[in-house]
């Protein structure tokens, strides 16, 4: 169990996207929401799950907060999870992601030593809402917030902080296809997933 480091789960609920409430929609018997956290609960000792402020209420067993961001996105999430939390590193992982795999967030959590941010780079760009991210980022995260910068992966770029980025080849040897970054933002991705499931070992057995 990791305890020096806590997970937030972003779990905003807006789903313009999807046309219904993803965090609620199924994928291989349980709902998004419920396959992320169980997830961050088999790693995490202190976890929180971070909504809109004008999302729909959860029920979890863990903090839910609102986001202190009034429509500050992922950026919002980011920043009320380095707020709220009580160590000196988050994890930081979106509820849109069926296949969160417990092998990469250690190998990630792993590098934090001399990193502010540890994030992988794929093909088709960063991927800051599966991200590690230390206190030393909150004053950068309070300035984009307060000049309505709200775009996460940016943080990546700041001279500020140290990011240890990883890269495809690296990831393949634990994550081969990068399965675990795989997001749910439309029907025909929660469609994709469905049929990908019973070819994905379940994140929860690799507790």
């Not at 807006?14 to 409430?21: A, I, P, T, V």
Request: a neutral charge; aromatic letters at 4%; glycine letters at 8%.
């Amino acid at each position: 169990m990791i305890t020096d480091v806590t997970g937030v789960l972003l779990a905003g609920g807006k789903s313009r996207r999807m046309g219904e409430d993803k965090r609620f929609v199924l994928v291989g018997g349980r709902t998004l929401f419920e396959r992320s956290l169980d997830v961050l609960r088999s790693l995490f000792g202190f976890v929180l799950v971070v909504i809109a402020q004008d999302s729909e209420p959860l029920r979890a067993e863990v903090p839910v907060l609102r986001d202190l961001v009034p429509d500050g996105g992922s950026m919002g999430g980011l920043y009320t999870g380095l707020r709220e939390a009580t160590t000196e590193h988050i994890f930081v992982v979106a509820c849109d992601m069926p296949f969160l795999n417990p092998s990469v967030i250690r190998s990630m959590v792993a590098l934090k030593v001399d990193a502010d941010i540890v994030m992988v780079q794929l093909a088709n760009g960063m991927q800051p809402t599966h991200a590690l991210y230390s206190r030393r980022c909150l004053p950068v995260v309070e300035e984009m917030v307060r000049t309505h910068r709200l775009k996460i992966q940016e943080l990546a770029s700041h001279p500020a902080l140290h990011v240890r980025l990883i890269r495809g080849d690296e990831l393949d040897r634990i994550d081969p296809g990068g399965q675990s970054f795989l997001n749910v933002n439309t029907p025909a991705d929660l469609e994709a997933a469905r049929r990908a499931c019973t070819h994905v070992t379940d994140p929860s057995s690799s507790r």
